[in-house]
């Protein structure tokens, strides 16, 4: 289990190791373990240009340090103070190494040429501007220094956090830097893990500095692959369809006959014992065609899913319409004694009556920006730039696990932390990719597991199909089509337990 946490976290648990030890150590561990990643992140250190953006806070003082140590190999480090006070030690150091440092000119940095020279010249930029001390969105000229550092041609390293991202949300104001590496201390922040702040941190680099014992239980959690291959369901000596998991899906109409097809899909390459499919004429003779595996059943809305069979969990929702019918075939699935899964337009007729969603047996649903942002009447985009807040907010509102899609997606429930997904790809942004994870968690609900290990699960499991979907064996990368992604899923899950 990759744990991440909040600033204020990581400040307590510094306090409490800091009172153990002698000033000035966590800093210099800190500082070490910058300049070593920096080292390697050169083709070489002697000679190489090291250009330092340097805070007022501690943040600049391990940038400080860190520029010192490469000096000391010969680096030719200048650091830019952008704030009129610097970290004295830090500053001390880099001056004694050999290393110069200056503050800023008058006017826009971007207009003094001495700046813009240092920036295209160097082979490396350390950001340390700002660190877990920052808050709110970057002020100038801190701002006008980050966005200089967007369009230099050398590596960019963020020291502890791309400076302008919120270390605890991953939220971003204003402007913030763009990172290739982001060395972090101590522990993992939660924001380097969510975007839009993780696609600023570029590659993670974490340096130990001691802070273990001292760290609270994590807010924030990304599962390994290992753990996943754990909890993902298996069948034994003694299983037969109906012990692995009957699931039903009620999906599609006349009108959106795919997303049938899809959720089924899902639902039969994830490993469903059997699957149930529900609905209208068309996507029905659709199912049939393409999934024989799959038994189906034509149901009129005011019928509702008694007739379907016994099934273990249900997926409501992928292309059944969000007219009166849908509505209704909702409010049947969720009158239900056994788990239900509620995507796409399950979750525009629920925002209608979110009441439905409040049942006695577990609930998940699996919202993007937009189905979340109706859900709790914000716009998409403030879903959007406010992930881990929103998922949080879903799950305590209407008493759910919630599995909030897109770039990062994140599964939160109430008394529990926040799973972030590390696998997937943009690519996965294509329509119907979703329709097949909901069928993917399906199944794992029917399998009997909790709405969070399912949601989890799902998404790691399908992140790895849409990767492999884009890549292929032959390399690079291309466009793929959702029924790629179900395609897929057997040898992910066979690469996911075999280990590799
Ligand atoms: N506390 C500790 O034990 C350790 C701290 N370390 C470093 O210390 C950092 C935290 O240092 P600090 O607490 O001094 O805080 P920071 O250096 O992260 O930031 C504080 C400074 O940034 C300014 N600032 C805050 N928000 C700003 C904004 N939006 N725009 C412009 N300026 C802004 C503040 O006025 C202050 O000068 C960590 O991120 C890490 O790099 C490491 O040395 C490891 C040990
Ligand atoms: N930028 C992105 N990066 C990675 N994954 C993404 C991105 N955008 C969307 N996805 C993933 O693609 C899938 C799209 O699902 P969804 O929005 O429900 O589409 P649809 O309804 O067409 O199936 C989700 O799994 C989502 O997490
Ligand atoms: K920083």
């Not at 149930?276 to 199912?287: I, L, S």
């Not at 059943?297 to 019928?303: L, N, R, T, V």
């Not at 859900?375 to 807040?389: F, I, Q, S």
């Amino acid at each position: 289990m990759l744990n991440a946490y909040t600033s204020d976290e990581i400040r307590a648990a510094e306090r409490k190791l800091m009172a153990r030890l002698p000033e000035g150590t966590l800093m210099g561990r800190a500082a070490a373990g910058l300049a070593v990643a920096c080292a390697r992140a050169l083709p070489r250190v002697y000679g190489a240009r090291v250009l330092l953006l340097v805070g007022a806070g501690d943040n600049g003082g391990d940038t400080l340090y860190a520029g010192a140590l490469l000096a000391r190999r010969g680096a030719r480090v200048d650091a830019v103070l952008a704030a009129p006070r610097a970290h004295a030690g830090g500053l001390a150091a880099l001056r004694r190494a050999g290393g110069r440092a200056a503050g800023l000119p008058d006017g826009p940095p971007d207009a003094d040429p001495r700046l813009t020279g240092l920036v295209r010249r160097a082979d490396l930029i350390m950001d340390g501007l700002v660190g877990i001390g920052g808050s709110g969105a970057l002020r100038e000229p801190y701002a006008a220094l980050a966005r200089l550092a967007g369009g230099a041609p050398g590596v960019v390293v963020a020291v502890d956090v791309p400076s302008g991202v919120d270390a605890s949300t991953g939220e971003i104001a204003g402007e913030a830097v763009r990172a290739h590496l982001t060395v972090t201390f101590g522990a993992v922040k939660a924001g380097l893990l969510v975007d839009p702040g993780a696609s600023r941190a570029g590659t993670l680099l974490p340096v130990d500095i001691g802070l273990g014992p001292d760290l609270p239980e994590p807010g924030v959690v990304a599962l390994t692959g290992a753990e996943v291959a754990g909890l993902l369901p298996r069948p034994g000596a003694e299983s037969d369809k109906y012990r692995r998991g009957v699931v039903g899906v009620v999906a599609g109409s006349d009108r959106f006959t795919g997303a049938a097809v899809l959720a089924v899909g899902g639902a039969v390459r994830a490993g469903a014992g059997l699957v149930r499919f529900a609905g209208a004429a068309d996507p029905v003779r659709q199912v049939r065609a393409r999934w024989p595996e799959a038994v189906t059943k034509i149901i009129a809305p005011e019928e509702g899913v008694a007739e379907v069979g016994r099934v273990q969990a249900w997926v409501l929702g992928p292309g059944m319409g969000t007219g009166d019918g849908a509505l209704e075939l909702a409010r049947a699935v969720l009158a239900t004694d056994v788990p239900v899964l509620v995507d796409a337009d399950g979750l525009t007729v629920t925002a209608r009556e979110p009441g439905l969603l409040r049942r006695r047996a577990p609930t998940l649903i699996t919202p993007h920006a937009g189905e979340l942002g109706r859900l709790l009447d914000v716009p998409a985009g403030d879903v959007e730039a406010r992930r881990l807040h929103h998922a949080r907010r879903a799950a305590a509102e209407f008493g759910v696990t919630v599995l909030l899609k897109g770039s990062t997606t994140v599964v939160a429930e109430e008394g529990g932390p926040v799973r972030v997904n590390r696998t997937g790809t943009p690519w996965l942004a294509t329509g119907g990719t979703g329709d097949v994870l909901a069928g993917i968690a399906g199944a794992y609900l029917a399998a009997g597991l909790a709405c969070a290990d399912a949601a989890a699960c799902a998404a790691h499991v399908h992140g790895l199909a849409g990767r492999a979907a884009a890549t292929g064996p032959e390399g690079g990368e291309a466009p793929i089509a959702a029924m790629d992604v179900a395609e897929r899923l057997p040898a992910a899950v066979r690469a996911l337990t075999s280990g590799s």
